[in-house]
T-cell receptor, first 111, second 111 residues
Framework: DTAVSQTPKYLVTQMGNDKSIKCEQN?????MYWYKQDSKKFLKIMFS???????INETVPNRFSPKSPDKAHLNLHINSLELGDSAVYFC??????????FGSGTRLTVV | KQEVTQIPAALSVPEGENLVLNCSFT??????LQWFRQDPGKGLTSLLL?????REQTSGRLNASLDKSSGRSTLYIAASQPGDSATYLC??????????FGTGTRLTIIP
């Protein structure tokens, strides 16, 4: 009964490829997020959706495009992958935009 | 700019000792502060949330305090156990739809 599930858990791909990471939550939360954790373990918000509507869009290259088909899903598509995109990407959801329930992360390695 | 800092980056403590993890923030207009635990290869697990109107919160062997005037929060762990080994992150919510995370303290409990 995973609350916030991300797939895949690991992703190794070559520069220039396009890839997607999927996230689903079964908690009934209205708000979902994507975070990026870099090699220094710094966790930074990328996007937030509330009921399929984009509410936070940080300074992220437009190669990154989130898509929320319904409030239980928030997928992240990345075009033209670069070496600097290598990181761990975390999905999270929230019932009140304050608390967070995190997924277990997707480790993306661009070679 | 709202910043959250955690020092030290790493801490090793013999089993059974009590310990304190530190978190500081630059904006005293904080709504709440949360402490998370991150295990290797896993997502973040919420430990404690302290509202700005509260001074501390307790859960089992964990006690978190919040001092808005000094811009500090501490996480106290009593009678440490090897299973407490993890990275502990604090995050401040400043009412801007985002959590601002510290870079974490990697705690190792030595058996």
């Amino acid at each position: 009964d995973t609350a916030v599930s991300q797939t895949p858990k690991y992703l190794v791909t070559q520069m220039g490829n396009d890839k997607s990471i999927k996230c689903e939550q079964n908690l009934g939360h209205d708000t979902m997020y994507w975070y990026k954790q870099d090699s220094k373990k710094f966790l930074k918000i990328m996007f937030s959706y509330n009921n399929k509507e984009l509410i936070i869009n940080e300074t992220v290259p437009n190669r990154f495009s989130p898509k929320s088909p319904d409030k239980a899903h928030l997928n992240l598509h990345i075009n033209s992958l670069e070496l600097g995109d290598s990181a761990v990407y975390f999905c999270a959801s929230s019932p009140d935009r304050v608390r967070r329930t995190f997924g277990s992360g997707t480790r993306l390695t661009v070679v | 700019k709202q910043e959250v800092t955690q020092i030290p980056a790493a801490l090793s403590v013999p089993e059974g000792e009590n310990l304190v993890l530190n978190c500081s923030f630059t904006d005293s207009a904080i709504y709440n502060l949360q402490w998370f635990r991150q295990d290797p290869g896993k997502g973040l697990t919420s430990l404690l949330l302290i509202q700005s109107s509260q001074r501390e919160q307790t859960s089992g062997r964990l006690n978190a305090s919040l001092d808005k005037s000094s811009g500090r929060s501490t996480l106290y762990i009593a009678a440490s156990q090897p299973g407490d080994s993890a990275t502990y992150l604090c995050a401040g919510y400043f009412g801007n739809e985002k959590l601002t995370f510290g870079t974490g303290t990697r705690l190792t409990i030595i058996p």
